[in-house]
């Protein structure tokens, strides 16, 4: 299996399976001497980790991370950063039932396809449980990137269920199971979503990732645009569906005038007066807040039988037993926020690659 890796100067292949002894993935192009220990890591990891509240898989995964190259005496090298989680708590025997059965919704059929063999035990590579290094993989790429970039996620909808922009609490979304940032709406949704997980079923979502400071001039024009590679970073993601970037999808239900993000000089800088493009213009970050949302759909494995094939080409009926989130898009909040900072710090480094220094009106 061929494209595992993504990005350009900052280059992240990660590796493994969900049910395998260990994932782990492999970070190239940093550059050296930025700090960098397992406790800078360890803090993202924690947030993605299953098993934190009942509204997520109950597999017990410490996620504990490993350097083992590309740092010494706490500062990168230079060299690639390897970066190992082992798998501490895999119930294979979930799937020895449904083994030569094809999972509605899932990977497994299109695997076969391309493959002509496939690991059933979770899904094996085409499992969420990958994402993991992802977000190792972010804790770096922020390190890069420093404390003046700030990027963070939040759910703003769940099924139909969307949040009040008006009530929008950034600190909310670290106290509640849903990293929500409408407080009355988190506590609706334990609610909707204890009788949806009781039903055996699932529940889709919609998540934003924002980016603030992001200095003016990231990305390229044509073929090598920012928002193009964040979208790109967004659709790899597991059960991920679709993306927008600022408005998005409303963009086309308003008028020219409206949707223009006017300008206005404030002292020798230039302040926009609206974001309906998402801090980014041409391919290239205005120094805006970089504002991303993506949609991903409810979770496939099921305890609602539905009907499938085998892989012997026999009509079946599929249910999944097992520890699955009842809706998967909760522990996608880091992973849309880790890969948004992949991109970044990638399209930092080729920024300076090209341009040096900082450059242009208003910076």
């Known amino acids: 299996m061929s494209y595992n890796t993504f990005g350009q100067l900052f280059r992240v292949t990660t590796w493994g399976e969900s049910h395998g002894p260990a994932i782990g993935c ?5 550059p050296p001497g930025i700090e960098l220990t397992e406790a800078d890591i360890q803090p993202f990891l924690d947030r993605r980790r299953p098993g934190q509240s009942r509204f997520t898989t109950q597999r017990q995964e410490p996620d504990q991370v490993k350097i083992l190259s590309g ?23 979930d799937y020895a039932n449904i083994a030569a059965q094809y999972r509605p919704g899932h990977a497994d059929v299109a695997y076969d396809m391309k493959y002509g063999h496939r690991d059933p035990r979770g899904g094996g590579r085409s499992s969420a449980r990958e994402t993991a ?14 404390p003046g970039v700030v990027i963070r996620g939040a759910m703003v909808a769940m099924g139909a269920h969307a949040v009040d922009r008006e009530r929008w609490d950034w600190a909310a ?29 699932s529940i889709g979502a919609v998540l934003e990732v924002v980016a603030q400071g992001v200095p003016p001039g990231l990305g ?12 790109a970073a967004l659709m790899s993601i597991n059960a991920v569906k679709g993306v927008e970037i600022g408005d998005g999808f409303a963009a086309a239900t308003l008028r020219g005038e409206e949707n223009a993000d006017e300008m206005r000089m404030e002292g020798d800088k230039i302040t ?54 009842p809706c998967v ?9 880790a890969m948004v900072a992949c991109v970044l710090a990638d399209h930092l480094l080729r920024h300076r690659g090209q341009t040096g220094e900082r450059r242009g009106l208003g910076q």
């Not at 290094?133 to 420093?146: E, N, Q, S, T």
């Not at 509640?176 to 079923?201: M, V």
């Open 26 to 30: 492999v970070v190239d192009g940093c």
């Open 71 to 93: 740092v010494y005496e706490g500062r990168t090298t230079g060299t690639p950063i390897s970066l190992l989680i082992e798998n501490t708590d895999q119930r294979s025997k």
């Open 133 to 146: 290094m992802r977000v190792a993989a972010g804790a770096v790429a922020r390190k890069i990137l420093g």
């Open 173 to 201: 979304v670290e106290q509640n199971p849903f990293f929500c940032p409408d407080p009355r709406a988190a506590t609706e949704w334990e609610g909707i979503l204890d009788g949806i997980r009781k039903a055996g079923s």
């Open 220 to 231: 390229a024009p044509i073929y090598g645009k920012l928002d193009a590679d964040i979208a």
């Open 272 to 325: 926009f007066l609206a974001n309906h493009a998402g801090g980014i213009l041409g391919g290239i970050a205005t120094g805006q807040d970089i504002v991303a949302r993506f949609a991903v759909k409810p979770t496939s494995s099921i305890l609602t039988p539905m009907r499938s094939v085998t892989a012997a080409g026999e009509n079946a009926e599929v249910f999944t037993k097992g520890r699955h989130d």
């Open 329 to 337: 898009g909760i522990r996608a909040v880091p992973v849309g926020e």
